[in-house]
């Protein structure tokens, strides 16, 4: 198979070899070579994150949780339920529970730029992801069609080699019909 990147842009993508991204390049190249275009996209994110991108990871994986949403609801049922009624006149956070909100203030402060930054790294790996799928499901598509073409022409060698041999058996069943017709008396 010596074929080469424009050959194969142009039969199989219906397209010239200069409108291909780099990506639709790496994946013909990938079928001339014939060598695989899936990888594992998590080893090369992981290689990439430092220790602060695991930890607000790990903060947004905690934050977003329902044992967070129900442990912190406890909290807060626990914390009014101290102050309002268990403690009286001698609460530290009265009523309104203006140090609570302080501090629910300061931790939303705190978690929503972290979430926001695992969120945009989860995006750009959702990119990376779609990338690598592309590719992978590119490169399926072009083998099926090469396939297809071989099978084709495995196709259309058997039809010729058919028709040779039906045109061998008609001259023979002639050649044997003219012997008989010769060997035989007319009468």
């Known amino acids: 198979m010596n074929k080469s990147v424009a050959e194969l842009a142009g039969r199989w993508l219906k397209r010239a070899p200069?409108?291909?991204s780099e990506l639709e390049h790496k994946v013909l190249q990938s079928a001339i070579d014939r060598k695989p275009v899936s990888r594992n996209v998590n080893d090369s994110i992981a290689h990439c994150e430092s220790r602060g991108d695991r930890l607000a990871d790990g903060l947004a994986r905690v934050g977003g949780s329902w044992s967070f949403i129900l442990s912190f609801l406890g909290?807060?049922?626990?914390?009014?339920?101290?102050n309002a009624w268990l403690l009286g006149q001698e609460s530290f956070d009265p009523y309104p529970f203006i140090f609570l909100n302080l501090v629910l203030s300061m931790l939303a402060a705190i978690q929503a730029p972290i979430i926001m930054m695992s969120q945009n790294r989860q995006a750009e790996r959702d990119r990376l992801d779609a990338a690598h799928d592309y590719a992978v499901n590119l490169k399926a598509e072009i083998e099926i069609m090469a396939l297809h073409e071989k099978l084709d022409e495995i196709r259309f060698q058997e039809i010729i080699l058919l028709r040779e041999q039906v045109q061998e058996l008609t001259a023979q069943v002639q050649r044997i019909a003219d012997a008989s017709a010769a060997q035989s008396p007319s009468r």
């Open 18 to 20: 200069e409108h291909l």
């Open 75 to 82: 909290f807060l049922v626990a914390w009014a339920l101290l």
